[in-house]
């Protein structure tokens, strides 16, 4: 009975064709604790549905880990598979799931590697969505690092269908 439980549970959504099709675009903006700085980030996102429990997003990540000098600017660009395992159909949604990450430093250096991102949105306004959001980086080239990475988001999206 339980595996047909966990089955159903990751079978479902990868057939659910409710919002198959449609995408969002918008902007994220959020006060994020990463391992060594607390700075302000905000985001361009693209979001398509691949069902009405996953979803592929990309970000364009800026992040200023320190608000007194603008030259210090962190890039990022994380590509993420997300599992939403109640459908978006709730105030609130959870969500999880694995991707990849681009980094580019203020000082310089690049960055590839893989990420774990969780997190949860509050629907409570119309194409507002306000959330939590942590995300692990294992960054694995030119060097072995990782980070943790942890904010509060607000989201403004416009939506597209197919």
């Known amino acids: 009975m339980k595996r047909l439980i966990y ?10 064709i409710a919002s198959r099709g449609e995408w969002s675009i918008g902007g994220k903006l959020g006060i994020e604790q990463n391992n060594s700085n607390a700075g302000f980030k905000a985001a361009v996102k693209a979001e398509y549905n691949i ?44 969500y999880i ?29 119309k194409d507002n969505v306000f959330g939590i959001e942590a995300k692990y980086t294992f960054l694995f080239v030119p060097e072995l690092r990782g980070a943790w990475e942890v904010g509060l988001t607000g989201t403004w999206e416009l939506n597209f269908g197919r």
Request: charged letters at 15%; zero cysteines.
């Open 7 to 16: 089955t159903l549970l990751f079978l479902f959504p990868a057939v659910s």
């Open 51 to 94: 069902s009405k429990f996953l979803k592929w997003r990309t970000d364009f990540e800026v992040f200023f880990p320190d608000l007194n000098d603008a030259a210090r600017v962190d890039i990022s660009v994380p590509s993420n598979l997300l599992y939403y395992p109640l459908g978006s159909y709730l105030k609130i949604d959870p």
């Open 97 to 125: 799931g694995p991707g990849l990450t681009y980094k580019y430093t203020w000082n310089g250096d690049n960055y590839l590697g893989l990420n774990a991102l969780a997190g949860v949105n509050f629907h409570l306004i």
